[in-house]
C-alpha cells in the first residue's frame, strides 16, 4: 500500500481489508480471545465511516474522484472534512489537498440529497435508557423513590408495563448503586420486552392453564421479563391460586450461554421460586430446539420463538446494523436466505410439533422483510394455515408500526396484525407475530387487565429523544415500508421542541469539573498554535506544561515534519 504518513491509515486499512474480504469489522480487529487488535479511536473511526458510506458513497458518485487507489483512505478523509465531528482533516497530503479544493462542491450535494438518502445509522443515534423493573424482587414504586433520591428524572414507558424510562446519562448512576444491580432492575431494550408481553397479554386465553416453553433463551432477559409476567398474571387470578407453579423451560443449545442464564436466573429470581408454593420457576435445558417434541414437554401450552437474525434493527450497534445492511458484502443475499430458511424450519417446528401448544410468539431483532413477514407467510402457507392465525395482540392495541403486506402470502389485513419497530420509536427495530391455534376454547374467563398503579411520575412522551433521532428517515435501500406517526414533528420543530422540553438532571461534581475544563477542540488549537514555536509550554498560561495528551500529539507532529524533511533532502 505504501507509506503514509496519514493518522487515518489504519483505519484506511481495515476497511480496505473489509470491502476486499466481504468480511465484518469484528472479524478483522479482534483475536480469538476476543481481545481488540487495534486502538479504540481507530475502531470508532472505522465504525462511523461504515455508518455513513451509503452517504459517502453516492457523494464519490456526484463528485467523482478520479485516480484514487487507496478507496479506505479517500472514505475516512471525506467523512473527517463533511460529517465528522470537527469537520476538518488532520495532516496533510495529495488527498487532503483534493478533498479540500472539492469541498464546497460536496457539501452543496450533501444539502441537495434528501433526507431518506443519508445514512442513519451513526453512533449518535441514541435512545432513553430503559429499565425494567423485576417485580420477583421489588416493585415498580420503590425503584421510582430510589431513582428520585438519585436525583434522576424518570419517566413510565406507556406501552410496556413496570418499564421505566430514563435520560442516556443515567446508566453509570445505575450501575453503580449496589442496590439495584443486578437483582432489582434489568437494563433491557423496550422492544426487546414486546415477546413476553404479547405472550401472556396478548392472547384472550394467556395462557395460564399450562406452561411455559422459551426455545432460545439465553442471555435470558426475555425469560427473566416472562416469568415476571407470569407471576403477575398468577397472582391476579384467584381461581389459580393453589395451583402448582408455572415452569418456564428456557432451552439454548450451547453449554456455557446456558451456563451463563442460570446464573442470571438466580440473581433475578428469588430462592423461593423453586418451591412449589411459588407462582413460576425457570427450568433451564441444555437442548436444542429442533430436537425437541411436544411428548418432551407435554404440559407446555406456549411458545416464546426468538431465533437467531442478522440483528438489521440493531441500530445503536453501528458495525453489527452495517454487517447485516450489507454495503460492500456481496454475500449478503445469500446469508438472509440462510436465515430465512433456519428460522422458517424454527417456526414450522414450534407450529406442528407440539400438539398442545396454543399460542407461539415469534420475534427477531431484524428489520428485514425476508427474516419477518416472508418467514411467517411462508410458513403459514405450507404449514398449518388452516390450523393456524395470526392475532393482533391485545396489550399493543395502540403501538402505530405494523407489518408490510407480501403479494401472494400475506394480505394487508394479516400484516396489520403484526408488530414492527423501526427507527424513529425511540427503541432499535424488532419484530412480533402473534399466531393462535385455530378453534381454541377459553377454559377460564379472560384474564384480568393488570391493575393500575397510580405512580409519582408520567407516562413517557418523547422527553429524553435527541433531535437526531426525531428526524432520522428509514433507508430506501431498505424494503420495509415505515408507517410514519401521524403526529410527527417536522425537523425544525423537533429540534425546537427537545429544545423547550430538555429536562433537568443534577449534574454530579466530576461532569461540572469536565465541561469547566478545556475541551478537545480547544486542546487542538493549542496544538496548533504550539506548532509555531512555542515549545511543550501551555499557550493559556506558559507556566504551566500542556496537557500530557496535547503535548504527545504535538511530539508525534513533531516527529512526522523531521520524517518529511528527510524524505525531501533524499529526493
Not at 406442528?352 to 413477514?373: G, I, L, M
Not at 420495509?480 to 425546537?496: C, E, I, L, R
Not at 429536562?503 to 461532569?511: C, F, N
Request: glycine share 6%; net charge positive.
Amino acid at each position: 500500500m505504501g507509506y503514509s504518513s496519514s493518522p487515518y491509515q489504519k483505519a484506511a486499512f481495515l476497511l480496505n481489508e473489509i470491502w476486499e474480504r466481504q468480511c465484518g469489522i469484528k472479524s478483522l480487529v479482534y483475536d480469538k480471545k476476543g481481545n481488540l487488535q487495534c486502538t479504540k479511536s481507530t475502531y470508532a473511526q472505522v465504525c462511523k465511516v461504515l455508518a455513513h458510506q451509503a452517504t459517502l458513497r453516492k457523494l464519490l458518485q456526484i463528485v467523482p474522484m478520479e485516480g484514487t487507489k487507496n478507496e479506505g483512505l479517500l472514505y475516512v478523509l471525506l467523512y473527517e472534512l463533511l460529517l465528522g465531528p470537527n469537520k476538518a482533516i488532520q495532516g496533510g497530503g495529495v488527498l487532503k489537498r483534493k478533498l479540500v479544493l472539492l469541498q464546497d462542491r460536496f457539501q452543496t450535494a450533501l444539502k441537495d440529497m434528501d433526507v431518506a438518502d443519508i445514512s442513519v445509522l451513526s453512533p449518535a443515534v441514541r435512545f432513553p435508557r430503559y429499565v425494567r423493573v423485576n417485580t420477583l424482587q421489588t416493585t415498580t414504586a420503590s425503584i421510582i423513590q430510589i431513582l428520585q433520591e438519585m436525583k434522576i428524572e424518570c419517566y413510565r414507558d406507556p406501552h410496556v408495563p413496570d418499564l421505566l424510562v430514563l435520560p442516556r446519562s443515567a446508566t453509570k448512576d445505575l450501575q453503580q448503586h449496589d442496590a439495584l444491580l443486578p437483582s432489582k432492575i434489568v437494563l433491557q431494550d423496550k422492544s426487546s420486552c414486546f415477546s413476553a408481553l404479547c405472550l401472556t397479554r396478548g392472547f384472550v386465553d394467556s395462557g395460564m392453564d399450562g406452561d411455559y416453553l422459551d426455545a432460545c433463551a439465553a442471555p435470558g432477559n426475555k425469560t427473566s421479563h416472562l416469568a415476571a409476567l407470569v407471576a403477575q398474571q398468577k397472582q391476579q387470578d384467584q381461581s389459580n391460586a393453589k395451583a402448582k407453579p408455572a415452569t418456564i423451560y428456557a432451552l439454548d443449545r450451547n453449554k456455557a450461554r446456558l451456563e451463563s442464564l442460570k446464573k442470571r436466573m438466580q440473581a433475578l429470581i428469588p430462592s423461593s421460586a423453586a418451591d412449589t408454593h411459588a407462582a413460576v420457576r425457570v427450568e433451564p435445558m441444555l437442548k436444542d430446539f429442533l430436537t425437541l417434541n411436544g411428548s418432551d414437554v407435554p404440559k407446555v401450552t406456549s411458545i416464546l420463538l426468538d431465533p437467531s437474525c442478522s440483528g438489521s434493527g440493531i441500530f445503536t450497534s453501528v458495525d453489527r446494523h452495517n454487517e447485516a445492511r450489507g454495503g460492500h458484502d456481496a454475500d449478503e443475499a445469500s446469508r438472509l436466505q440462510a436465515l430465512s430458511n433456519f428460522q422458517s424450519t424454527a417456526l414450522k417446528h414450534a407450529l406442528t410439533n407440539f400438539p398442545n401448544v396454543k399460542r407461539v410468539v415469534y420475534s427477531t431483532c431484524s428489520v428485514n422483510v425476508e427474516e419477518n413477514e416472508q418467514v411467517v407467510g411462508e410458513v403459514l402457507r405450507d404449514h398449518g394455515g388452516d390450523v393456524w392465525k395470526l392475532i393482533a395482540p391485545r396489550c399493543l392495541a395502540t403501538w402505530h408500526r405494523r407489518g408490510q403486506a407480501v403479494e401472494g402470502l400475506l394480505s394487508a389485513d394479516d400484516a396489520s396484525r403484526l408488530i414492527r419497530v423501526d427507527q424513529g420509536d425511540d427503541t432499535n427495530g424488532f419484530f412480533v407475530a402473534c399466531l393462535e391455534r385455530v378453534g381454541v376454547a377459553t377454559k377460564h374467563s379472560p384474564p384480568k387487565e393488570p391493575v393500575k398503579e397510580k405512580y409519582a411520575i408520567p407516562f413517557y412522551n418523547g422527553e429524553f429523544t435527541e433531535p437526531a433521532t426525531q428526524t432520522v428517515a428509514t433507508l430506501k435501500s431498505s424494503k420495509v415500508p415505515v408507517v410514519q406517526k401521524t403526529t410527527a414533528a417536522s425537523p425544525k420543530s423537533a429540534a425546537k421542541r427537545s429544545k423547550v422540553k430538555t429536562p433537568y438532571v443534577e449534574e454530579s461534581p466530576a461532569v461540572r469539573e469536565t465541561k469547566s475544563s478545556p475541551t478537545k477542540k480547544k486542546i487542538k488549537s493549542n496544538d496548533s498554535q504550539s506548532t509555531k514555536g512555542k515549545g511543550n509550554t501551555n499557550p493559556r498560561d506558559p507556566e504551566k506544561p500542556l496537557p500530557k495528551k496535547a503535548a504527545k500529539k504535538l511530539e508525534w507532529k513533531r516527529r512526522q515534519k523531521e520524517q518529511k524533511v528527510a524524505r525531501m533532502q533524499k529526493k
